[in-house]
Nanobody, 124 residues
Framework: QVQLVESGGGLVQAGGSLRLSCVAS????????MGWFRQAPGKEREFVAA????????FYGDSVKGRFTISRDNAKNTLYLQMNNLKPEDTAVYYC?????????????????WGQGTQVTVSS
């Protein structure tokens, strides 16, 4: 089973950028479709982005399209999320996870092996 550790979160002003990383242990990362979710206080966990095992066919949540980019480096067992033009409403804990299915409703039930999350705070 893949174990995931996120990093790269922090405090940034609105309009700024951050790049999140998700390092995977285990040999199955390179064959796993992956995704990012986020959860703000008092809200449900929300789909952010997903990418196939070979780095293609990315999908994004409507609220981040055009601002966030998901990518991966299978040689480094690492998943990334480049976040540009950040807004206060992007404030949340960001999680990476393995996609058990690809496509459809992008619900949390279709993902597993969740990391512990990294906090992103965007000030206005």
């Amino acid at each position: 089973q893949v174990q995931l550790v996120e990093s790269g979160g922090g405090l940034v002003q609105a309009g700024g950028s951050l790049r999140l990383s998700c390092v995977a242990s285990g040999r199955t990362f390179s064959s796993s479709n992956m995704g990012w979710f986020r959860q703000a206080p008092g809200k449900e966990r929300e789909f952010v982005a997903a990418i196939t095992w070979f780095g293609g066919n990315p999908f994004y949540g409507d609220s981040v399209k055009g601002r966030f980019t998901i990518s991966r480096d299978n040689a480094k067992n690492t998943l990334y999320l480049q976040m540009n033009n950040l807004k206060p409403e992007d404030t949340a804990v960001y999680y990476c996870a393995v996609a058990q299915t690809y496509g459809g409703t992008w619900s949390t039930g279709n993902f597993g092996s969740w990391g512990q999350g990294t906090q992103v705070t965007v000030s206005s």
